[in-house]
């Protein structure tokens, strides 16, 4: 199983832009689906994108579209999450996951290896 570590957060005004960076562990990462999550204070983790494992399918849920883009290296054991055009309703903590499961995976329940995530403010 790989461990993971999220970097790259931080405080950003609104229609600013962050890279968060995910480093893996392990000589399996290229075998681990990525996905991106992030959970507001008082709200649920939610699914924010997905990467497959050679990175050539990516898939995002719909608030996000056309703003963050996932991608992955897997010769350096990493993934990133460019985030484009913030919001302040893009404030939380994110987290990378990974998942073998071989088709697009939305579901937290379905991924079993978390990094400890990174927190992410978008002020107005």
């Known amino acids: 199983q790989v461990q993971l570590v999220e970097s790259g957060g931080g405080l950003v005004q609104a229609g600013g832009s962050l890279r968060l960076s995910c480093a893996a562990s392990?000589?399996?990462?290229?075998?681990?689906?990525m996905g991106w999550f992030r959970q507001a204070p008082g709200k649920e983790r939610e699914f924010v994108g997905y990467?497959?494992?050679?990175?050539?399918?990516?898939y995002y849920t719909d608030s996000v579209k056309g703003r963050f883009t996932i991608s992955r290296d897997n010769a350096k054991n990493m993934v990133y999450l460019q985030m484009n055009s913030l919001k302040p309703e893009d404030t939380a903590k994110y987290y990378c996951?990974?998942?073998?499961?071989?088709?697009?995976?939305?579901?937290?329940?379905?991924?079993?290896?978390w990094g400890q995530g990174t927190q992410v403010t978008v002020s107005s």
């Open positions: 990467i497959n494992w050679s990175g050539d399918s990516t």
């Open positions: 996951a990974g998942s073998k499961i071989t088709y697009i995976v939305t579901s937290q329940r379905l991924y079993d290896a």
């Open positions: 392990g000589r399996t990462f290229s075998r681990y689906a």
